[in-house]
């Protein structure tokens, strides 16, 4: 049974896992050779929907569905959402620095059967060492023929232009990255038209994450039936999640989703340092509700398991927290950092951020009051109607909605712990 | 059009023209383009988003209206070296508040100033996806990983002495690093001249790693 597929070449090869040579000798681009002579753009698709493969940007929505919406005008873009912002996550960033021909086959591959001749990588502004990598890796391919006109011999042609980002967490929700592509601000479109059908200039777009394309070309050569065999039904393939925070083997795990969350902290993750207690974790990144050791750690790890408990798996990132974890400190931590990210376009979000943040500062400060509870919970609710999961939505992106995560997550796990600290303060100030 | 740079080095000319044939729709390039005019004015100065907007013919306001959405865009002078303390969530979780005192106990300026002879500035920022190795900062947008209070204090020191014209990732990770977020594979031949991303099609590295593996 397969249990790696993205990490495999990098940690047999930790020297030179990023070149071209290696690559070749451990079977790279053979699966474009394969997709390229023996199969039609069609069948690349059916294998793609048969590998029940959920996008790993965070949404997990099934790849080769969202593939079948992009509409029949030309021309069409791919373009690969390297903007891994969301707090917790470096899984895409381990991807592209050990192995960006991985990725880039994936994108010739995909091109190939969207009918795309230019495919874009947003990687965000912050890793210029991936970029590095792929500059490097797209220059031995244009070399070697695999980009360029008239690839292998086909009447197929590529082109892929690298594109860094300013430090805008925003620009990985989908449609504010085409903005941030095309020059403007990273600020989200409303949807509908989604991008399948006016994405970049307007044009159809598929908009798809690191970690998906790179699984494309293992999904070729070992088709979609085999992948969809590996892990539960619905969270098909293996998942690299980022594990950080209070856990004694922090880093990137690529994983076979189905086991418990005890399982993945306590034996991949090495469990707590120093014999201290789990006090608390995040399933999926900044955005998703907690999880608490009593409720949640015999919860399986997958996308419908963790959906089914009010949270996510998100991108994948999973932050741990230790009994010694102030856990309102932590969350004004995550609520200050939307209330920064935030593009100031929607109102609830814009003011709401900023007030959660303002109010979580005055607790921790020692200046909370004994309404602040049912007043952030307000705020939240303003924000997020009825504090649901998934989310109600005043906004045109997710962003405002995942502030109300750690609020609802400490008011509902930790109430006594906010309690405790509003009633020991000095009360109002002014 | 091009006339515009004619001031520019030879070098970021040829590459303002590369950049630009590289999109379908010129103001694509708007981003790229602040980044190549920043290393020339030394910043995202008033005169590099005037010539970025002559260049991809839109006008300075949209210019600058783009520039102000993005963090990394320095529309002040700042330092030869720019250290970014990251305190997002798993950063604070593992001691980034201490850190950021440190590196401003050295350097002498708070997060968001610039030392008085122009070497150093320092800010605080939001995730920069090394959360395995928490703490970490940047300098010049080159990652260490797994930084301490004393290597904090002792990087700065170093900045000041040496005064390096390359940041290399893999040489301050020796220097100053420690737990890293995964194995780093083989040593990074490219890094940074200026607080700008490091990126060959910008201009911002040690010349071209083509070949050099």
């Not at chain 1, 030179?16 to 079977?27: A, P, V």
């Not at chain 2, 440190?102 to 995730?127: F, Y």
């Amino acid at each position: 049974m397969t249990d790696k597929i993205l990490t495999v070449r990098m940690d047999a090869h930790p020297s030179d896992s990023h070149t071209l040579s290696r690559y070749l000798d451990t079977g790279g681009y053979e699966a474009l050779t394969k997709a390229l002579n023996d199969m039609s753009k069609e069948d690349i698709i059916e294998e793609v929907k048969a590998s029940n493969l959920r996008g790993r940007g965070g949404a997990g929505f099934p790849m080769g569905v969202k593939w079948g919406f992009l509409a029949p005008a030309e021309p069409r873009y791919l373009v690969v959402n390297c903007d891994e912002s969301e707090p917790g996550t470096f899984n895409d960033r381990q991807l592209t620095e050990r192995d960006p021909h991985q990725l880039l086959e994936g994108i010739i591959i995909s091109s190939y059967a969207l009918g795309v001749s230019h495919a874009f990588v947003y990687i965000r502004g912050e890793y210029p060492k991936s970029a590095r990598r792929l500059q490097r890796a797209v220059e031995e391919a244009y070399d070697a023929g695999y980009l360029g006109q008239d690839i292998r011999g086909t009447e197929f042609s590529l082109d892929v232009t690298l594109h860094l980002g300013g430090g805008a967490y925003i620009c990985g929700e989908e449609t504010a990255l085409l903005n941030s592509l095309e020059g403007r601000r990273g600020e989200p479109r409303l949807k509908p038209p989604f991008p399948a059908v006016e994405g970049l200039y307007a044009k159809p777009t598929i908009v798809n994450n690191v970690e998906s394309i790179s699984n494309v070309p293992w999904i070729m050569t070992n088709g979609g039936t085999a992948y969809a065999a590996i892990g539960p039904e619905r969270s098909a393939g293996t998942k690299m999640l980022s594990i950080s925070g209070h856990i004694a083997r922090p880093g990137n795990h690529e994983i076979v989703m189905g086991m418990t969350w005890r399982e993945l902290i306590f034996d991949i993750g090495g469990g707590i340092p120093d014999g201290k207690a789990l006090k608390a974790w995040i399933p999926g990144g900044a955005s998703a509700p907690w999880f608490v050791p009593d409720e949640h750690l015999d919860t399986i790890v997958s996308i419908d398991d963790v959906a089914a408990n009010g949270s996510m798996i998100g991108a994948g990132a999973v932050v741990v927290m230790d009994e010694t974890t102030n856990v309102v400190a932590a969350a004004h931590r995550i609520v200050r950092f939307f209330a920064h990210e935030s593009c100031g376009q929607c109102t609830p979000c814009r003011e709401g951020t900023s007030w959660l943040e303002a109010v979580l500062k005055r607790i921790l400060d020692g200046n909370g009051r004994p309404e602040d509870i049912d007043l952030m919970l307000d705020i939240s609710d303003n924000i997020s109607p009825g504090l649901k999961w998934p989310p109600a939505m005043t906004t045109i992106c997710p962003l405002g909605p995942s502030t109300v995560s750690p609020i609802t997550s400490i008011t509902r796990w930790f109430r006594p712990e906010l309690e405790a600290m509003i009633a020991g303060s000095e009360g109002p100030v002014g | 059009m091009m006339s515009v740079i004619s001031h520019w080095s030879l070098e970021n000319q040829e590459r303002a023209r590369s950049i630009l044939a590289s999109y379908p729709v010129k103001r694509s390039a708007l981003m790229p383009l602040l980044y190549v005019a920043s290393l020339e004015h030394e910043y995202a100065s008033l005169e590099a988003m005037c010539e970025v907007a002559e260049l991809i013919d839109i006008t300075p306001v949209q210019v600058q209206s783009v520039a102000t959405f993005y963090t990394m865009f320095k529309r002040e002078k700042i330092g030869d070296y720019l250290i970014s303390v990251c305190t997002s969530i798993s950063c604070h979780l593992n001691g980034a508040d201490e850190v950021l005192a440190a590196v401003e106990e050295a350097s002498g300026v708070a997060s968001g100033e610039t030392t008085d002879d122009g070497s150093v500035s320092v800010e605080h920022v939001e995730c920069i996806g090394a959360c395995g190795g928490a703490p970490a900062v940047q300098v010049n947008y080159e990652l260490i990983e797994g930084i301490t209070l004393d290597k904090a204090e002792a990087l700065i020191d170093w900045l000041r002495d040496t005064k390096p014209t390359v940041l290399l990732a893999d040489e301050m990770q020796q220097l100053f690093g420690g737990q890293r977020s995964f194995d780093w594979g083989s040593t990074e031949p490219q890094g940074a001249t200026r607080p700008v991303p490091a990126f060959g099609p910008y201009g911002s590295t040690n010349g071209s790693a083509r070949g050099g593996r």
